[in-house]
């Protein structure tokens, strides 16, 4: 099931392209399309809660999940 994460930082597609790297280089993680027009990132994948937002944080974002 795809999770929604809520990014306000990312302000254009630069920011979408590294979110969505930070997010690819997670185990488990298939797919990801970033927006920096909604501020959301969906990811496909059985990664964890955790290793998703710890990933976007070392990006330099601050990340929640959308769908809590």
Known sequence: MPK???IDEM????????VEN???GV????DVD???ESG???VDGDATDDDLL???????YDAE???A
């Open 4 to 6: 929604t994460l809520s």
């Open 11 to 18: 302000g254009c597609e630069g920011c979408e392209d590294i």
């Open 22 to 24: 930070a997010l690819a």
């Open 27 to 30: 185990a488990a993680v298939s």
């Open 34 to 36: 970033a927006d920096h």
């Open 40 to 42: 959301t990132v969906t």
């Open 54 to 60: 710890r990933s976007v944080e070392l990006a330099g």
């Open 65 to 67: 999940l959308a769908d």
